[in-house]
C-alpha cells in the first residue's frame, strides 16, 4: 500500500505547469517532499491528544473538533543522524576534509543551532560530485541493492516508511533527476536520512538545468499589480499596528498553535495527525500532507523545528499551516502537486490576508505584525523582484523593505512565488480561478469570501484591497 502511493504521488509531482528547469525544479521539490513523507511513517511511539474539557468555539458558536494524534520519531526510528549519513561519509567526506566534516556537523545540529538551508548550496558542489565519483560503477542489481538498503529507517519498526522509500526510488530511477540546485540536495540529504543514496540521486544526468533563477514569467503586469495592492494594504496594517514584531514571547507546542488559529480560519477541521520529525530539522519544505495508514490516507501535519520567534511560528503553524489542514480536509482533489499546490497556496494565503484583519479587529497586534511581514516576505521572493523594484517608480514602503526578502528556494519556481502574491487577491475578489478552480471547493471557498465580506466593513483597507466579493454561478 505504502509503495503504491509513493509510486503515484513520486509519478504525480512530475505533472507540473511549467516546462524546462522551472519543471525539473518542482519536480525535483516534490520528491523531496514525498522524501519527508516516508521519513513521518517512520514513527515508533503515539500519544493521544485529548479533546478539551471544553470545546473550543469558532466566531460563529459553532464547536471545533481538536487535533489528532502526536507522533514523536523516537525509539528505533531516531537513530542517530551520524548513522544515517553515512553515506554522505566515506572517500567523499574525508577527501574534502573540513567540507566533508561541515556537512556532517550541520546536519547532526538540526534544530540546536545552524539549520541545514544555510548550507544546502554548498552540497551540490565538490562534495556531491566526490561522492558521485566513489560510486559511479554501480549499475543495473548494484544500484538496485543500493535502493533497497533502508537501514536508516529502522527495519521492521518502520515498514510503511521503506516501502515508501522503496517506490519513490523507482520512480526517480526511471524519470532521472534534471536538477541540479538545492531542491535536489535537499531530496539528497532527506534520503540519506533513510540509508545510502543510490546512485541514480547523487548524480544529475548530462542535460540536467542548473540551479539558478528562471526568469520567466517573472513579475508581468498583474503580478506587479498585486505586488502594489498588497504593498498598501501592508502600510495601513502598519498604522494600525506601528512597531516591529515580537521576537519574545511564549513557545507553544503545534497543537497548540494550530488551536489558536482556528479562531482565524473560516473552515477548521480536525481529524489530522502532528508528526514529530526533529531529525529532519533544515530539510522541510511543505510540512502538511496525506499519507497511507493501515486504516486509509490520514492528513498529516510534520512538526519539523524552525529557526522562528515565538508569535511567528504561531502564525506558521495556526494560520498558514492550519488553512492547508482545513484544505486537504474539505476536498478529496489532490492538492499537494500542480495546479493543486497553486490552488492551496492561493487559499492559505487568502487566510493569511483574513488573518491579518481578524487580528488586528481582536486586539492581538504582535500576531497582526507577523502577519504583515509574512505578507511582505511572499514579495520578496518573488523571483527578479529587485530587477522590477528598480523599474517600478514610486511604491509603497512594505515593497522596499520586501527588497531584502529574496527566497533562493524560490528562485527557479516563479509560478508558485507568484500566486503567493496574485493567488490570494483573484480568490478574495471572487475571480475566475481557471484551472486552479476544481480544486477549491464552494464549502471552503464560501466561508472564506462571508468572512471577507465581514473584514472589509470593519477595515476599510481591506475593502481597497479587492473589490467586493464575486460568487460564481453555480
Known amino acids: 500500500m505504502s509503495r503504491a502511493w509513493a509510486v503515484a504521488a513520486a509519478t504525480e509531482a512530475t505533472r507540473v505547469p511549467a516546462i524546462g528547469p522551472e519543471a525539473a525544479a518542482w519536480r525535483t521539490r516534490g520528491w523531496a517532499e514525498i522524501a519527508l513523507g516516508g521519513l513521518a511513517l517512520a514513527t515508533a511511539h503515539t ?15 459553532t464547536p471545533l473538533a481538536d487535533t489528532g494524534l502526536l507522533l514523536s520519531l523516537e525509539g528505533a526510528t531516531a537513530r ?8 554522505l561519509d566515506g572517500a567523499a567526506a574525508r577527501r574534502d576534509g573540513a567540507a566533508g566534516r561541515g556537512v556532517a556537523e550541520v546536519l547532526l545540529e538540526g534544530a540546536a543551532g545552524r539549520g541545514v538551508t544555510d548550507v544546502l548550496h554548498g552540497l551540490d558542489g565538490a562534495v556531491v560530485r566526490r561522492m558521485a565519483e566513489d560510486i559511479h560503477g554501480l549499475d543495473g542489481g548494484a544500484a ?17 516508511a521503506v516501502e515508501v522509500f522503496r517506490g519513490l526510488d523507482e520512480v526517480v530511477r526511471r524519470v532521472g533527476i534534471r536538477y541540479a540546485g538545492r531542491h535536489a540536495t535537499r531530496l539528497r540529504a532527506l534520503r540519506a536520512l533513510a540509508g545510502p543514496v543510490p546512485a541514480y540521486y547523487l548524480t544529475p544526468g548530462r542535460s540536467a538545468h542548473p540551479g539558478g533563477p528562471c526568469a520567466e514569467p517573472g513579475l508581468s503586469g498583474p503580478v506587479g499589480e498585486a505586488c502594489r495592492a498588497i504593498g498598501e494594504f501592508c502600510d495601513a496594517v502598519a ?4 512597531g516591529e514584531p515580537s521576537a519574545g514571547g511564549n513557545r507553544e507546542g503545534a497543537a497548540a498553535d494550530l488551536r489558536w488559529g482556528e479562531r482565524h480560519r473560516p473552515s477548521p477541521c ?9 531529525r ?6 511543505r510540512c502538511w500532507m496525506r499519507l497511507p495508514s493501515a486504516c486509509g490516507p490520514r492528513d498529516v501535519f510534520v512538526d519539523v523545528p524552525r529557526r522562528a520567534a515565538p508569535v511567528q511560528e504561531r502564525i506558521w503553524r495556526g494560520v498558514h499551516e492550519g488553512a492547508h489542514l482545513d484544505h486537504m480536509a474539505m476536498t478529496s ?21 483574513l488573518a491579518t484583519v481578524s487580528c488586528l479587529l481582536a486586539g492581538e497586534l504582535d500576531e497582526a505584525r507577523w502577519l504583515r511581514a509574512g505578507l511582505v516576505e511572499r514579495i520578496g521572493r518573488l523571483p527578479g523582484y529587485a530587477a522590477w523594484l528598480a523599474t517600478a517608480g514610486q511604491v509603497p514602503a512594505a515593497l522596499r523593505d520586501a527588497a531584502a526578502l529574496s ?3 524560490l528562485a527557479p519556481l516563479p509560478r508558485l512565488a507568484a500566486v503567493y502574491v496574485r493567488g490570494p487577491l483573484l480568490l478574495l475578489g471572487g475571480h475566475d480561478l481557471g484551472p486552479l478552480a476544481p480544486y477549491l471547493p464552494p464549502s471552503l471557498t464560501d466561508p472564506l469570501l462571508d468572512r471577507w465580506s465581514t473584514a472589509r466593513t470593519a477595515f476599510p483597507p481591506a475593502a481597497a484591497l479587492t473589490p467586493a466579493p464575486r460568487r460564481p454561478h453555480r
Open 270 to 278: 480536525g481529524g489530522y495527525t502532528i508528526v514529530r520529525a526533529d
Open 80 to 87: 542517530g543522524t551520524a548513522e544515517a549519513l553515512a553515506t
Open 239 to 242: 498604522e494600525a499596528c506601528p
Open 47 to 61: 500519544e493521544d491528544i485529548p479533546l478539551p474539557a471544553t470545546p473550543f468555539h469558532g466566531l460563529d458558536g
Open 280 to 285: 529532519c530539522a533544515g530539510l522541510a519544505g
Open 333 to 353: 482533489a489532490g492538492i499537494e502537486f500542480g495546479y493543486g499546490l497553486l490552488a492551496a497556496e492561493a487559499y492559505a494565503m487568502a487566510v493569511e490576508v
Open 144 to 160: 538496485q541493492e543500493v535502493a533497497e538498503d533502508l537501514d536508516g529507517l529502522g527495519g521492521a519498526a518502520a515498514p510503511g
Open 407 to 409: 527566497s533562493p528556494d
